[in-house]
């Protein structure tokens, strides 16, 4: 992300300066998948890549003006608009607007440039990242004085009322709260967050981009979420966090096969993270890596959300002796994560790519991860 472009492509479009420029990340998940709309515990962390958005105040004008360079699309459209951009693009960024007007803040108009650098639909929390790009720009901008985690709520009602996914808090959360060097342990029934300063000594995270497209847009993912839902409901919880394993065994002979396998997923993935939790207060990644293996096996088997293609770079990883690996974020393609002992680094990264061509045909991309900083001003 090249701030320079941003800012050229703003005077030629605009014939302006550019105004405030922000930025906001996308987001790794070390474990805790599809626990946040259950109530559970997530352990993400943001990395560096993100969506960098210049934005400049029309003062007196109701009308946005957004340029996305990546897409190279243009829309125009009014704040006090009842419908919005039909371009689920451009939603994203009318959602936000809406939300924090909503919420009292008094958003006026403004011409926008932004690009990123997150792969879009790699399950890196790239949507997120656009959200919180311009929740946390606007609230600033305009004076609003909403707190990271109000913002983080702006985020998840946009994807909620204007895109039609029901997603937990994670992405939103982390893209607010990251922090340079730490991954941060969310309860998501509570809200509470702890900061874990991430130095694996002798170990490093990679992620490696299937390249094949996940969309959660009128995905199964709204699906998963509901047959949590009704599992919670016949067992007289809020969530499937306060579920304990007997109860989901006494309820089984009453639940479809689906919901019952998905429901033992979530159940199983809870007492991961504990189990995640505690290997790191001893700084043993083997067993953080054997969690990461078993949460694999249950986002493909139980949750379904895996596919043929992270299957296989699951596999691959195994096979070179990678210590954790499992498939990173909604599910549906996107990217797997890996943690890899530093003397197996290189053997994996140069057998992935070729093994992977070999197999499908197609280029898979590995990422290395950088724990970086939340939402925040770059220039002003
Ligand atoms: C997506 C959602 C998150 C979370 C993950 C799965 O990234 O946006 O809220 O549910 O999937 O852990």
Redesign the pocket.
Known sequence: MDRNVIFQHFFQRFGAPAGSLFMAPGRV?LI??????NGGF?FPGAVCQGIMAAVRPSTGSRMVRAYAIDLDSYCEFCLDDPEGPSRVDFRYLYGVARELMGRGVRVEGFDTVYAGDVPLGA?M?SS?ALECCFAYGLNRLFGGGLDRMELALVGQAT?HRYVG?N?????QFVSMHGREGSLVRLDCRSGEFEYFPWHPEGYRLVLVNSCVKHE?VGSP?NDRRRSCERVAQLAGVETLRDCTWEQLEALRPQLSEEDYRRARYVLGEADRVLAVCDALQHDDYERVGEQMYLTHEGLSKDYEVSCEEIDFLVEVARRCGVTGARIM???FGGCTINLVRDDRYEAFTAEVAPAYRARFGVECKVIPVVIGEGARLIDN
């Open positions: 998940n805790g998948e599809h626990t946040d709309y997530v399950g929390s997120a994807e996914v997603c937990g808090i994670m992405d959660l993912y974020g909604g599910g």
